[in-house]
């Protein structure tokens, strides 16, 4: 029944009753009005009307309610409209602009009502007197028309801020929503970023750690070469996902992100783990492919290497890259363990939709006891 309203609000909405109050009272005395029989009458009406103004916002169907009040104590006492009417048009208003779905439409059927009533008030008795002539008629409908007019046209603004409020708060709805989305985006970007790091990096060190272990005894300085790539791979990778929390705390846009360029640096850091890797590039690109297609054939080949390292029974590594005109073709093919399922975790799931993001396609599967991840992203015109 009542609408939430600052502080401010209220006070506002009272001091504006009251400053009503004090102006309609004196003129209706001056307008002759409060006569000894009457001026109960007119300050019953002045007192209830104001009242109407003070709690339109608040409440306007109570405000609606107390109106109507005003109106049928006044042809009680039998008084003509008079100044304190005026308070009827913006109780319609606000039962237009801030009122519920019912308080809305009784608004709507008070202008009708109203001024039907309001000319029966004013007509009915001369009519009883004088009886009913053409004149009578004529000016009736005239009072009819003018008070539908005038008491719609309040109505009919306070739809019209109420629709205005709507769309406001829809456009503001709205701009939440794609705000939230877009957050939700990056954090999803950024935990996919998080997994290709980290995976691709433990992988790299693992491989190390255990071929350390096992030359440590054997051949000193290959177990000291091992520990320098950890060494290498673990302070990238921490640097890496430093900048990936960075952003994530902040909020801030994307920062240094991988590029072909950097290709060269993963494949060192396979072959370092010990695998057979071999990459074929024919043809190789003719320029410089657009920024998140980079992106995506560096973290499509990251997590694919990751997963030949994970999984691989330790034979050759095949990479195969092809930019042609409108797309790029990848492939990775690796033979796997006997017990090993590389396409059942995340990494898989999140190649796919890197692939997907860059509006290509990817694929994972078996294939005659290889693992082979294929993926066609679309570059456009070389630049």
């Known amino acids: 029944m009542f609408r939430r309203l600052t502080t401010a609000q209220i006070v506002v909405d009272v001091l504006l009753a009251g400053l009503f109050a004090a102006v309609a009272a004196p003129i209706e005395i001056a307008l002759g009005r409060t ?23 608040l409440s306007p169907g109570l405000s609606l309610g107390l109106a109507w009040l005003g109106a049928i104590v006044q042809m009680s006492f039998g008084r003509s409209p008079g100044f304190a009417d005026f308070a009827i048009f913006a109780v319609l208003y606000a039962t237009a602009a801030y009122g519920s779905r019912l308080v809305f439409w009784l608004g709507f059927s008070s202008t009708i009502v109203g001024a039907a ?6 007509f009915a008795g001369p009519v009883v007197v004088t009886g009913l002539d053409w004149s009578t008629i004529t000016t009736a ?13 309040a109505w009919t603004v306070g739809a019209l801020v109420r629709t205005a409020l709507r769309a406001r708060v829809t456009r503001e709805a709205q701009r939440r929503a794609e705000e939230e989305t877009v957050a939700e985006q990056e954090r999803v970007r950024i935990a996919r970023d998080m997994h290709d790091v980290v995976a691709h990096s433990l992988a790299v060190v693992i491989a190390q750690a255990d071929g350390a272990r096992y030359a440590a005894a054997s051949d000193p300085t290959v177990a000291t070469a091992a520990l320098g790539t950890i060494s290498s791979t673990a302070r990238s990778a921490l640097a890496d996902v430093r900048l990936l929390l960075s952003q994530l705390r ?42 998140a297609v980079q992106l995506a054939v560096y973290r499509v080949l990251q997590e694919a290497l990751t997963n030949a390292l994970r999984h691989g029974d330790g034979g050759t590594v095949n990479v195969r890259i092809a930019w042609l005109a409108d797309r790029v073709d990848l492939s990775v093919r690796n033979r796997t363990k006997t017990d090993a399922a590389p396409g059942a975790g995340h990494g898989v799931i999140g190649m796919r939709e890197r692939a997907q993001l860059a509006g290509g396609s990817l694929t994972a599967e078996a294939v005659d006891g290889a693992f082979v991840v294929r993926a066609s992203l679309p570059v456009g015109a070389a630049a």
């Not at 009242?51 to 339109?56: I, M, P, S, W, Y």
């Not at 409908?141 to 046209?153: E, H, K, P, R």
């Open 141 to 153: 409908a005239a009072v009819l028309i003018a008070a539908t007019f005038a008491l719609m046209l």
């Open 35 to 57: 006569v000894d029989s009457n001026a109960l009458g007119t300050a019953l009406v002045v007192v209830i009307f104001a009242g109407a103004l003070a709690v339109r916002r």
């Open 117 to 122: 009533v309001i000319t029966l008030y004013l």
């Open 250 to 291: 902040h909020s801030q846009g994307d920062g240094p992100q991988p590029t072909l360029a950097d290709l060269e640096e993963l494949y060192a850091q396979v072959r370092a783990a010990g695998v057979d890797l071999r990459v074929d590039i024919d043809p190789a690109p003719p320029g410089e492919p657009p920024a």
